[in-house]
């Protein structure tokens, strides 16, 4: 196995029944990376059998809630097992600000200096953090602060979009990519988000070599089956819908 991929979450804001939010655990050996963590992220962590504290590196997109909201209860979680949560989160300069805030407020005493040591890592787009694997942020189209994550590992790459209208910039770090979760959040054109005919006219001649769509909205979910043999059709590209707690291998 050199990079398995779990959606942990393949829902967003409004609540779907059998959808947690944005959340995605890549494996590579010896570490295992979250990438957001929306509402449902630490219970569907443990439904795949992975415990809270195996994680140790975390991505995060933006601020939305529909990805960060679970961010304390992951690491109340891993201090709650272990009295210590070791995570390096990743983040966009600005959120780690904002997040500092929201963990003093939230639960005290235990998220001080003093109890849970956050230790974050800023990461700019086009910078890049290196481990046993690489993680490249990448500009997205979507608030002031947004960001996607580009992981390779071995010479196999990964892209998520997090949310994002189409761009430029993520078709052409699309081509040849082993496996690119990109967000499918409307049926209609919607500003900061991506729609079927938008994605289909700019990607239909790039080649991911797997496309996974995620981030769901109600209606998306209810016609994500002829959605997805659409954008395959159109654009030639393999691609399966995400659903919460499917693998994938590469
Ligand atoms: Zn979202
Ligand atoms: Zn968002």
Same mark, same amino acid.
């Given at each position: 196995?050199?990079?398995?991929?779990?959606?942990?979450?393949?829902?967003?804001?409004?609540?779907?029944?059998?959808?947690?939010?944005?959340?995605?655990?890549?494996?590579?050996?010896?570490?295992?990376? &979250? &990438?957001?963590?929306?509402?449902?992220?630490?219970? /569907?962590?443990?439904?795949?059998?992975?415990?809270?504290?195996?994680?140790?590196?975390?991505?995060?997109?933006?601020?939305?809630?529909?990805?960060?909201?679970?961010?304390?209860? &992951?690491?109340?979680?891993?201090?709650?097992?272990?009295?210590?949560?070791?995570?390096?989160?990743?983040?966009?300069?600005?959120?780690?600000?904002?997040?500092?805030?929201?963990? /003093?407020?939230?639960?005290?005493?235990?998220?001080?200096?003093?109890?849970?040591?956050?230790?974050?890592?800023?990461?700019?787009?086009?910078?890049?953090?290196?481990?046993?694997?690489?993680?490249?942020?990448?500009?997205?189209? @979507?608030?002031?602060?947004?960001?996607?994550?580009?992981?390779? @590992?071995?010479?196999? /790459?990964?892209?998520?979009?997090?949310?994002?209208?189409?761009?430029?910039?993520?078709?052409? &770090?699309?081509?040849?990519?082993?496996?690119?979760?990109?967000?499918?959040?409307?049926?209609?054109?919607?500003?900061?988000?991506?729609?079927?005919?938008?994605?289909?006219?700019?990607?239909?001649?790039?080649?991911?070599?797997?496309?996974?769509?995620?981030?769901?909205?109600?209606?998306?979910?209810?016609?994500?089956?002829?959605?997805?043999?659409?954008?395959?059709?159109?654009?030639?590209?393999?691609?399966?819908?995400?659903?919460?707690? /499917?693998?994938?291998?590469?």
């Amino acid at each position: 196995m050199d990079i398995k991929v779990t959606l942990l979450g393949t829902g967003a804001g409004v609540p779907i029944p059998g959808r947690a939010q944005s959340g995605i655990l890549v494996e590579v050996p010896k570490h295992k990376i &979250l &990438l957001d963590c929306g509402m449902g992220t630490p219970l /569907r962590i443990a439904e795949s059998g992975t415990a809270v504290d195996e994680i140790d590196t975390i991505c995060l997109t933006h601020e939305h809630l529909d990805h960060i909201q679970d961010i304390p209860a &992951l690491i109340k979680a891993s201090w709650l097992k272990n009295k210590e949560a070791k995570y390096k989160i990743i983040v966009p300069k600005e959120l780690k600000k904002r997040l500092i805030n929201i963990f /003093r407020c939230l639960d005290a005493p235990h998220f001080d200096d003093k109890n849970i040591m956050l230790n974050f890592e800023v990461l700019n787009p086009e910078e890049e953090f290196q481990d046993s694997f690489s993680i490249k942020a990448f500009d997205t189209l @979507h608030t002031d602060m947004s960001q996607g994550y580009e992981i390779t @590992h071995d010479g196999k /790459r990964i892209i998520y979009t997090g949310d994002t209208e189409v761009s430029e910039k993520i078709k052409n &770090l699309s081509e040849n990519v082993d496996i690119l979760i990109h967000e499918l959040s409307s049926l209609k054109k919607t500003k900061g988000h991506t729609d079927t005919e938008s994605f289909i006219s700019t990607f239909a001649d790039t080649s991911p070599k797997l496309l996974i769509l995620t981030h769901f909205y109600p209606d998306v979910a209810e016609k994500i089956k002829e959605v997805t043999k659409k954008i395959e059709k159109e654009t030639g590209i393999q691609t399966i819908s995400g659903k919460d707690l /499917r693998t994938i291998q590469i």
